[in-house]
């Protein structure tokens, strides 16, 4: 899926809205889990709810992993289902030299069919080129995030005076362009929001925190949106666990459409900035 | 496995030699593709092959991965196979926020059964933390790798004047202790070794590339030792590629021998420094 397309989607739907598919066997209805495949049956029972109001779905790999093999294979169909108009996002945050980077894009983007990927920049250019060698593919590379173990390293203060994670920003922006490379930004500081646009005015940011993790959207969005809007405003927890009950799905929809109005809403009032897009 | 018997298995089988299974349906003998499970009885026959003369095996979980699930059958069935002895060291680089770490340290200890898994440091503690919860596994931290892109982040410098990689060392080596984690520390520059042995004296390293990346076992040694011997020696391609025919096998036996030789040579030049080993 290319940036026009992408755009497009957001524009069509008004909605900027990522929903992220962590679904964990101890948190999803009980009547489910007599089924051949729980997982799948969840998120299926989810992008049917809620596909009319994102414009992309967020596995994170790791809550598929920990079932082994048949963890692999619910998240191989979910990703299946979900419409091809919608970009599926693999959350795996995966990094390695490059012979094994190529390993994981070919994963990712060629087995799963997955749209991006989100990456570590720890080991440097050669540990992302692998997967920006895909047309039509992005990489996700981890810029700044909102866990409190982010002051650990991102936050350090280097020798010129910028700080870690706006040298990730500036270097690895130059590994691709803004047609195959997004950020990952935390949300819970929206003033770091305007800092990292400055530093990266024309990427798309992919933002989680919003909802569970307690960031605002129109905060979020006032300091983040860019003229391609540029900003990919995940939530899962808060979406996917709205309801414990057979009505999940039902409320996960309530849920989501909460945000993409006001995501509607949001864009309305910034249409002014906004790029025409080809109906 | 505790530090202790990783110890005196280095001393018993006078070796420190970790054998990566980086296995890939491309290069395996031809004859393997006609079996079920090629990945898999390759692995064997190398374990077979090799298990008296290594003490590590470490498969890279995105070979495995590329194949989509049944890639993860052929891992489980390769790790299920590997004898109790021997560290399993899954070289996977995961990291993420707590709540998703927990579930890949659920997958990789759990499931899979690895007694170790490397682990990637941009995130800091909450991401490495999960790992540490298990009692007898380990997680081995990306230290200083020794690909072209190590320059883009891990080598710079530090308001402090010191390099980034040298805080990721002092700051990780007290999320745990030497009885839990590791360092990968790339061998292909090996003044770094005496540096790095330097900060962290007392922890073991997961040294990749000696041999097909071409840093040179006895200069790692002179500059990595500890008095419990602290270092884990990685070979991959070098030894299971050995050879494309009927005696792969037994060629890669070989190569292990010829690096198992040279380890029991080193062990001898330091045995002054070296802990007594429970026998």
Redesign the interface.
Known sequence: MNKKALYNNIRKKDSFLCIGL?T?LDRIPKHLLDLDDPIYAFNKAIIDATSHLCVAYKP?T??Y??????G??SL?KTIDYIPDDIMVIADA??????N??K??A??FFE??GADAITV?????????KPFLDYDGKWVII?GL?S????????Q????N?SK?YE??LK?TANYGSTENTMFVIGATQSEYIAEVRSIVPDHFFLVPGVGAQGGSLQEVADNGINNYVGLLVNSSRGIIYASPDKDFAEKAAEKAAILQTQMKEILKQKESILEPFAQ
Not at 93 to 98: L, N, Q, S, V
Not at 156 to 159: D, I, M, R, S
Request: charged content about 25%; aromatic content about 14%.
């Open positions: 962590d964990d994170n790791a809550f992993e920990t079932y082994g093999p048949q692999l294979i191989k945050k995966r990094g390695d030299i490059g094994t980077s390993m994981y070919k994963s087995y799963y570590a920049p720890y080991m440097g250019y050669d540990s992302v981890l995030t866990n409190k173990g982010s002051q650990d390293f991102q350090l203060k280097l020798e005076g870690l040298s990730v270097t």
